[in-house]
């Protein structure tokens, strides 16, 4: 499944919530990051399960989305930690 939210944070910080919530926060599922760039990372999880997380500049913000087969209900409860933008700002 694919999940998209535009934050209020700047790229490297949503990168960096990522990798200590992935695996810190939700022990039973941890996931580690396994390849990362500017704009992306990559995480692994049990029975190789794949998170992918890249990230955009938007106009209100970051741009956020994430990609997983296993971790969906991880992943939701990651986005909803972040600040949301108001999508109708113009």
């Given at each position: 499944?694919?999940y998209?939210?535009i934050?209020?944070?700047?790229?490297?910080?949503?990168l960096h919530?990522?990798?200590?919530f992935?695996?810190?926060?939700?022990?039973?599922n941890?996931?580690?990051?396994?390849?990362?760039?500017?704009?992306f990372?990559?995480?692994r999880?049990?029975?190789?399960?794949?998170?992918?997380?890249?990230?955009?500049p938007?106009?209100?913000?970051?741009?956020?989305?994430i990609?997983?087969?296993?971790f969906?209900?991880?992943?939701?409860r990651?986005?909803s930690?972040l600040?949301?933008?108001?999508?109708?700002v113009?």
């Amino acid at each position: 499944m694919v999940y998209e939210a535009i934050t209020t944070l700047a790229g490297p910080e949503v990168l960096h919530r990522a990798k200590r919530f992935f695996a810190e926060r939700v022990p039973l599922n941890a996931a580690y990051p396994e390849k990362e760039g500017p704009s992306f990372v990559t995480f692994r999880g049990q029975g190789g399960e794949e998170i992918a997380l890249a990230i955009w500049p938007h106009a209100t913000g970051t741009s956020v989305r994430i990609s997983t087969l296993l971790f969906d209900q991880v992943v939701d409860r990651f986005l909803s930690t972040l600040p949301l933008a108001d999508e109708h700002v113009a």
